[in-house]
Protein backbone atom coordinates (compact mmCIF):
# COMPACT_ATOMS: atom_id res chain seq x y z
CA UNK A 1 0.00 0.00 0.00
CA UNK A 2 1.37 3.55 -1.02
CA UNK A 3 2.13 6.07 1.35
CA UNK A 4 -0.67 8.19 -0.13
CA UNK A 5 -2.96 5.29 0.17
CA UNK A 6 -2.17 4.93 3.90
CA UNK A 7 -2.68 9.09 4.09
CA UNK A 8 -6.39 8.74 2.93
CA UNK A 9 -7.09 5.82 4.89
CA UNK A 10 -5.93 7.72 8.02
CA UNK A 11 -8.27 10.59 7.08
CA UNK A 12 -11.23 8.31 6.61
CA UNK A 13 -10.17 7.28 10.60
CA UNK A 14 -9.93 10.94 11.22
CA UNK A 15 -13.65 11.54 9.97
CA UNK A 16 -15.42 8.65 11.28
CA UNK A 17 -17.03 10.63 14.08
CA UNK A 18 -17.85 13.55 11.80
CA UNK A 19 -19.49 11.17 9.73
CA UNK A 20 -21.40 9.06 12.65
CA UNK A 21 -23.05 12.14 14.06
CA UNK A 22 -24.72 12.90 10.66
CA UNK A 23 -25.94 9.29 10.27
CA UNK A 24 -28.71 10.09 13.19
CA UNK A 25 -31.88 11.86 11.44
CA UNK A 26 -32.98 14.34 14.70
CA UNK A 27 -29.17 15.71 14.32
CA UNK A 28 -29.49 16.03 10.27
CA UNK A 29 -33.43 17.68 11.36
CA UNK A 30 -31.50 20.05 14.56
CA UNK A 31 -29.00 21.06 11.94
CA UNK A 32 -31.50 21.67 9.11
CA UNK A 33 -33.48 23.75 11.44
CA UNK A 34 -30.18 25.98 12.70
CA UNK A 35 -29.64 26.78 9.00
CA UNK A 36 -32.61 28.46 9.03
CA UNK A 37 -32.26 30.50 12.18
CA UNK A 38 -28.86 31.73 11.95
CA UNK A 39 -29.56 33.82 15.38
CA UNK A 40 -30.14 30.89 17.29
CA UNK A 41 -32.32 28.89 18.91
CA UNK A 42 -32.81 27.87 22.65
CA UNK A 43 -33.46 24.05 23.41
CA UNK A 44 -37.43 24.96 23.83
CA UNK A 45 -37.31 26.28 20.29
CA UNK A 46 -35.31 23.82 18.78
CA UNK A 47 -37.65 21.68 20.06
CA UNK A 48 -40.77 22.64 18.94
CA UNK A 49 -39.31 22.84 15.33
CA UNK A 50 -38.48 19.01 15.14
CA UNK A 51 -41.03 17.20 18.11
CA UNK A 52 -38.43 16.06 20.25
CA UNK A 53 -38.48 16.23 23.87
CA UNK A 54 -36.34 18.87 25.40
CA UNK A 55 -33.86 16.30 27.19
CA UNK A 56 -33.52 14.37 23.69
CA UNK A 57 -32.70 17.41 22.28
CA UNK A 58 -30.40 18.61 24.76
CA UNK A 59 -28.57 15.27 24.07
CA UNK A 60 -28.47 15.50 20.29
CA UNK A 61 -27.19 19.36 20.46
CA UNK A 62 -24.40 17.93 23.41
CA UNK A 63 -23.08 15.62 20.54
CA UNK A 64 -23.43 18.27 17.95
CA UNK A 65 -21.21 20.28 19.79
CA UNK A 66 -18.98 18.06 20.71
CA UNK A 67 -18.13 17.38 16.96
CA UNK A 68 -17.75 21.17 16.22
CA UNK A 69 -21.15 21.24 14.02
CA UNK A 70 -22.73 23.75 16.64
CA UNK A 71 -21.29 26.23 18.87
CA UNK A 72 -23.64 27.59 22.35
CA UNK A 73 -23.88 31.51 23.35
CA UNK A 74 -24.99 32.41 26.84
CA UNK A 75 -28.04 34.47 26.36
CA UNK A 76 -29.53 35.67 30.25
CA UNK A 77 -30.21 32.33 31.95
CA UNK A 78 -30.20 30.32 28.26
CA UNK A 79 -28.19 28.93 25.80
CA UNK A 80 -28.39 29.61 22.22
CA UNK A 81 -27.14 26.89 19.80
CA UNK A 82 -25.52 28.35 16.30
CA UNK A 83 -24.44 26.14 13.27
CA UNK A 84 -21.24 26.07 13.30
CA UNK A 85 -19.94 24.15 10.45
CA UNK A 86 -16.97 25.17 8.69
CA UNK A 87 -14.69 22.91 10.39
CA UNK A 88 -16.39 19.67 10.36
CA UNK A 89 -17.29 20.00 6.79
CA UNK A 90 -13.51 21.31 5.62
CA UNK A 91 -12.29 17.98 7.31
CA UNK A 92 -14.76 16.11 5.38
CA UNK A 93 -13.94 18.18 1.59
CA UNK A 94 -10.34 17.54 2.54
CA UNK A 95 -10.92 13.76 2.65
CA UNK A 96 -12.88 13.59 -0.31
CA UNK A 97 -10.34 15.56 -2.26
CA UNK A 98 -8.18 13.06 -0.71
CA UNK A 99 -10.16 10.15 -2.15
CA UNK A 100 -10.64 11.84 -5.68
CA UNK A 101 -6.95 11.95 -5.84
CA UNK A 102 -6.74 8.22 -5.46
CA UNK A 103 -9.41 7.30 -7.72
CA UNK A 104 -8.78 6.08 -11.34
CA UNK A 105 -12.10 7.31 -13.23
CA UNK A 106 -13.40 5.48 -15.79
CA UNK A 107 -13.20 6.96 -19.17
Known amino acids: MSQRTEQVLQQ ?3 SIPLLEVLTDEN ?16 VNAIAGHINLSRPAVSHHLKVLKQSGYIQSEKKGVENYYILTVRKPLEQLKTLITAIEAECTWPQ
Do not use: D, H, T, Y
Open 27 to 42: RQAIIMVLAQNKSGLN
Open 12 to 14: FKE
